[in-house]
C-alpha cells in the first residue's frame, strides 16, 4: 500500500512541473482571442526572438495591423520572413501579398509570385488559395518577368535566403 501511495505520488508530482508552466504561445493565442493585443506582443515578442516560426509570424500580424504595437508594414515584414525561413505558409502568403501591393516594401510581383509559388507547395489549408493568388499574379506580368519570377521560386524552394 505504501509503494503504491509512493509511485501515485511521484506520478503526480512529475507532473506538476508542466502545469506549473503554461505554454506561452497558448497563452499569446489566447491573449489575441480576447483582443489583448499588447499582451500577445509582450508574448510573441521573445519567442520569436528565440526563432519561434508561429511567434514571429503572429509579431508581423501584429506589427501589419498596428495591433498591440504600432503599425509598421517594414517590421513586420521582417517577421514575417523569419517566419517564412522555417515554412510558415501563413507568412509566405503574407510576403506575397506584401510584394505584390508593394506594402512595407517596393512593389515586385517577381518576388510576390515566388512566395506565392512557395506557399502553394506546401499542405497548409492555405496552399490553394496562394496558388490562386500567383496564379493571378501571371496576367500582370510580363514574359520575362514570369520566367525571372519561375526561376526565382525554383532557387528559393532549394534555399530559402535565395528570396532575400
Known sequence: MLRTFAFLVLVFAAGLPARAHADPIRDALDAVDHADFTTAF???RPLAEAGDAVAAYNLGILYGSGRGVDRDDVEAIKWFKRAAGQGHTGALFNLGIAYAQGQ???RD???AYAYFDL???SKDIAAPRAARARDTLVSAMTPIAL???K???SRCQADFRACE
Open 151 to 153: 526561376e526565382l521560386a
Open 104 to 106: 512595407g516594401t517596393q
Open 119 to 121: 506557399a502553394s507547395a
Open 42 to 44: 509582450q508574448l510573441f
Open 147 to 149: 520566367a525571372q519570377a
Open 109 to 111: 510581383l517577381v518576388h
